[in-house]
C-alpha cells in the first residue's frame, strides 16, 4: 500500500469519527426541534453533500427540505418495475419544485435481470430483488455525499419505532437525517393540505403505502397501511432502512 493510500485511508477514518461525534450532540439537541429546523441544521452543517431520497409517494419531505435548501439533489430509485402513477408524480415533482432529481438506476435492467436469474424475482426472492434493484443502486448514489434525509417515521412499523431524527448510518458510514421521524399520520395529512403538497394519484385508489407495482396492493379499510407491501411473504423493509 502507498503512502497516499494510507494517509487516505487515514482521512477517511478521521471524518468518520468526526461525523459520528456530530451525530451523538445533534441526536440530542434536535430532539424535540421542529422538522424545518432539523433540516436548516442539516443544511448549514453539510452544504452541497446533503441530499435527499424520495419514493414518490408524495411530495412532502421535497416541499420541507426545498423551501430550506433550494436546488438540493433528489435521489429516486427507479427500479423497473414501478407503477405509471409514481413515474408520473417523479416528472411533476420535477416541474413543481425548485430540486435536482436524480433517476437512479439498478446495474441491470428488468430484462437483464430476468435472463441472469430468471423471470419474477420479486416473487421468487423478495429479499434479493429489493437489494439489487434498491439497495445496492441507492448505496452507489449516496457516495458522493455525507448526509441523506429520510422520510422515515417512527409510527409507520414496529422497524422503525426507535428512529432517531439524525443518526448514523454505519452501513453506509453516513449521516442519516430523518426530520419527520416524530410526526404521526395526521401529521403528514394536515401538512400535505394546509401546503398543497403533490401526492400520488395511487393513495386515492387504495394504497396508502406505494412500492413497486409486482409487490404492493390496494389495502382495505381498517388494515395496516403497510399490509399491501410484499403482502404474504413474511416481508415489511426492503432493507434500505434497516
Excluded at 453533500?49 to 433528489?74: E, F
Aim: contains cysteine; hydrophobic residues 40%.
Amino acid at each position: 500500500m502507498s503512502v497516499a493510500e494510507i494517509e487516505a485511508g487515514l482521512e477517511r477514518q478521521r471524518v468518520t469519527l468526526d461525523l459520528q461525534g456530530i451525530v451523538e450532540s445533534a441526536a440530542r439537541f434536535l430532539e424535540d426541534a421542529p422538522a424545518r429546523e432539523i433540516i436548516r441544521w442539516a443544511a448549514a452543517t453539510f452544504g452541497d453533500r446533503l441530499c435527499l431520497t424520495s419514493s414518490m409517494s408524495d411530495a412532502l419531505l421535497i416541499d420541507l427540505v426545498s423551501r430550506v435548501k433550494p436546488g438540493v439533489d433528489v435521489l429516486f430509485i427507479d427500479t423497473g418495475y414501478h407503477f405509471a402513477e409514481t413515474i408520473g408524480t417523479r416528472d411533476a415533482v420535477e416541474a413543481v419544485y425548485q430540486v435536482n432529481v436524480i433517476n437512479v438506476k439498478p446495474s441491470r435492467t428488468v430484462e437483464e435481470q430476468d435472463r441472469d436469474l430468471g423471470p419474477r424475482l420479486y416473487g421468487r426472492n423478495p429479499d434479493l430483488c429489493c437489494y439489487l434493484r434498491k439497495v445496492e443502486p441507492l448505496n452507489r448514489a449516496l457516495e458522493p455525499y455525507l448526509a441523506w434525509v429520510s422520510g422515515i417515521r417512527r409510527d409507520e412499523s414496529p422497524t422503525r419505532a426507535n428512529t432517531k431524527v439524525v443518526e448514523w448510518d454505519a452501513k453506509r458510514q453516513m449521516v442519516k437525517i430523518n426530520p419527520i421521524a416524530r410526526w404521526t399520520q395526521e401529521d403528514v395529512d394536515n401538512y400535505i393540505a394546509d401546503n398543497g403538497v403533490l401526492i400520488n394519484p395511487l393513495h386515492y385508489d387504495d394504497y396508502p403505502s406505494i412500492g413497486c407495482a409486482p409487490c404492493t396492493r390496494r389495502v382495505a379499510p381498517g388494515e395496516d397501511p403497510r399490509s399491501g407491501r410484499w403482502a404474504g411473504l413474511g416481508k415489511i423493509e426492503c432493507g434500505i432502512h434497516l
